[in-house]
């Protein structure tokens, strides 16, 4: 993959727009999980420090796209974050505030890219007035590279000089270890639905070793697989897609599990064979735990993609902690992604433990699946 890198461009002097994802969550006001914001802070960095200066633009939400600010859906409460973390003030403009200054400031931030008509359509006209903005474009949202959007893809194409971030180029070096390494490759995916997740399950058994399956999903396998899955959370329209999924060797569905006729309600452990029409499965057994114990263990690299079992409730959390904790003591190289992923991983304390974290959902599992990310492709084009 050729695309510029930052420190292939001189900054000095010039004048730089970042494009970072700080679609962070918000409540009354105050920013709840800064990672996105820390994460993105090395590029913000070495920009200021380059002796350029920095315009920061990002999107927040799904506001209405119409040019009218929304309060709900300003970056001012990420403003107040980063200028804690960045210890200097930063001011806030909407885009045709900044287009009217003779000159920027040091560093400043452009209001939510959401609220500019044609950011989604990656209009023409928008992409043109954001990359007039400066003499190089920084592209280092990785989570939002997924989506072909004027701030992300179209500027590019106008830009007189665009390069990755920090950002982007780590995490597409770390996932892409998954897909490279891939013989001794495993991968765990848990979550609800198997409608969301069937195309990465198809792509990523064609590359890695194992692909293990917890969660609404292997209960939609059992299922097809023509046990009695009683009140379990399944997909009945995806159960023909699921017997197709299970002829492959390499797709693992543990078959020792914990039932419950409710979630409130402490569970049992079953196998797959004797399940009750009133219960529901909830989580991995110790049995299958032990079965799967020396895939993990042995993987040369895990990707980890959704909790295994219903880990909000504190009944049936053990499951998904417990893989984690094998994940996070295999010798392989642990990259984890998907919001519920890393909730899952912190409650289960081992969020710090694993090798690479990505700040992003659906452009994750957009890359994972093998699909191209639009701004990638514009970065790529750029240099060819
Ligand atoms: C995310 O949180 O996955 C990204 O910020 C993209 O947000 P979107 O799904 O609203 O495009």
């Given at each position: 993959?050729?695309?510029?890198?930052?420190?292939e461009?001189s900054?000095?002097?010039?004048?730089?727009?970042?494009?970072?994802?700080?679609?962070?969550?918000?409540?009354?006001?105050?920013?709840?999980?800064?990672?996105?914001?820390?994460?993105?802070?090395?590029?913000?960095?070495?920009?200021?420090?380059?002796?350029?200066?920095?315009?920061?633009?990002?999107?927040?939400?799904?506001?209405?796209?119409n040019?009218?600010?929304?309060e709900?859906?300003?970056?001012a409460?990420?403003?107040?974050?980063?200028?804690?973390?960045?210890?200097?003030?930063?001011?806030?403009?909407?885009?045709?505030?900044i287009?009217?200054?003779?000159?920027?400031?040091?560093?400043?931030?452009?209001?939510?890219?959401?609220?500019?008509?044609?950011?989604?359509?990656?209009?023409?006209?928008?992409?043109?007035?954001?990359?007039?903005?400066?003499?190089?474009?920084?592209?280092?949202?990785?989570?939002?590279?997924?989506?072909?959007?004027?701030?992300?893809?179209?500027?590019?194409?106008?830009?007189?000089?665009?390069?990755?971030?920090?950002?982007?180029?780590?995490?597409?070096?770390?996932?892409?270890?998954?897909?490279?390494?891939?013989?001794?490759?495993?991968?765990?995916?848990?979550?609800?639905?198997?409608?969301?997740?069937?195309?990465?399950?198809?792509?990523?058994s064609?590359?890695?070793?194992?692909?293990?399956?917890?969660?609404?999903?292997?209960?939609?396998?059992?299922?097809?697989?023509?046990?009695?899955?009683?009140k379990?959370?399944?997909?009945?329209?995806?159960?023909?897609?699921?017997?197709?999924?299970?002829?492959?060797?390499?797709?693992?569905?543990?078959?020792?599990?914990?039932?419950?006729?409710?979630?409130d309600?402490?569970?049992?452990?079953?196998?797959?064979?004797?399940?009750?029409e009133?219960?529901?499965?909830?989580?991995?057994a110790?049995?299958?735990?032990?079965?799967?114990?020396?895939?993990?263990?042995?993987?040369?690299?895990?990707l980890?993609?959704?909790?295994?079992?219903f880990?909000?409730?504190?009944?049936?959390?053990a499951?998904?902690a417990?893989?984690?904790?094998?994940?996070?003591?295999?010798?392989?190289?642990?990259?984890?992604?998907?919001?519920?992923?890393?909730?899952a991983?912190?409650?289960?304390?081992?969020?710090d433990?694993?090798?690479?974290?990505?700040?992003?959902?659906?452009?994750?599992?957009?890359?994972?699946?093998?699909?191209?990310?639009?701004?990638?492709?514009?970065?790529?084009?750029?240099?060819?």
């Amino acid at each position: 993959m050729r695309y510029k890198r930052l420190n292939e461009i001189s900054l000095s002097e010039k004048s730089v727009l970042l494009r970072l994802d700080l679609n962070t969550p918000i409540e009354a006001g105050v920013v709840t999980n800064q990672e996105r914001i820390i994460r993105s802070l090395p590029t913000v960095n070495f920009i200021l420090e380059s002796g350029a200066r920095l315009i920061i633009m990002s999107h927040l939400g799904r506001p209405e796209e119409n040019n009218m600010f929304q309060e709900e859906f300003s970056l001012a409460p990420v403003v107040k974050e980063m200028e804690g973390l960045l210890n200097m003030q930063i001011p806030l403009y909407s885009l045709s505030e900044i287009e009217s200054l003779d000159q920027v400031d040091h560093i400043s931030i452009i209001e939510n890219t959401r609220f500019n008509i044609g950011e989604k359509n990656n209009d023409i006209e928008l992409s043109k007035r954001l990359a007039a903005l400066a003499d190089v474009f920084v592209m280092d949202a990785f989570a939002t590279s997924h989506r072909a959007h004027a701030s992300t893809t179209g500027v590019i194409t106008f830009s007189n000089d665009a390069c990755a971030g920090f950002l982007l180029d780590e995490e597409l070096t770390a996932l892409s270890k998954v897909k490279e390494n891939a013989k001794s490759s495993i991968a765990v995916l848990g979550g609800a639905k198997i409608s969301t997740k069937l195309s990465l399950i198809d792509s990523l058994s064609k590359t890695v070793d194992k692909v293990i399956l917890g969660g609404g999903i292997a209960n939609t396998c059992l299922a097809a697989k023509g046990y009695e899955v009683g009140k379990s959370l399944i997909e009945d329209s995806m159960l023909e897609e699921a017997k197709e999924l299970i002829k492959n060797p390499k797709i693992i569905i543990p078959e020792s599990v914990i039932v419950s006729i409710s979630a409130d309600e402490p569970g049992r452990i079953a196998s797959a064979s004797s399940i009750q029409e009133n219960e529901a499965i909830f989580d991995i057994a110790p049995a299958s735990l032990v079965d799967l114990e020396p895939i993990i263990m042995n993987a040369g690299t895990i990707l980890w993609n959704g909790p295994i079992g219903f880990f909000e409730k504190e009944n049936f959390f053990a499951g998904t902690a417990m893989i984690a904790e094998m994940i996070i003591s295999s010798k392989g190289f642990s990259v984890a992604g998907g919001g519920d992923t890393i909730s899952a991983a912190e409650k289960a304390g081992v969020l710090d433990s694993l090798d690479y974290v990505s700040t992003a959902g659906g452009a994750f599992l957009e890359f994972m699946e093998g699909k191209k990310l639009p701004a990638l492709e514009a970065l790529i084009d750029k240099v060819n």
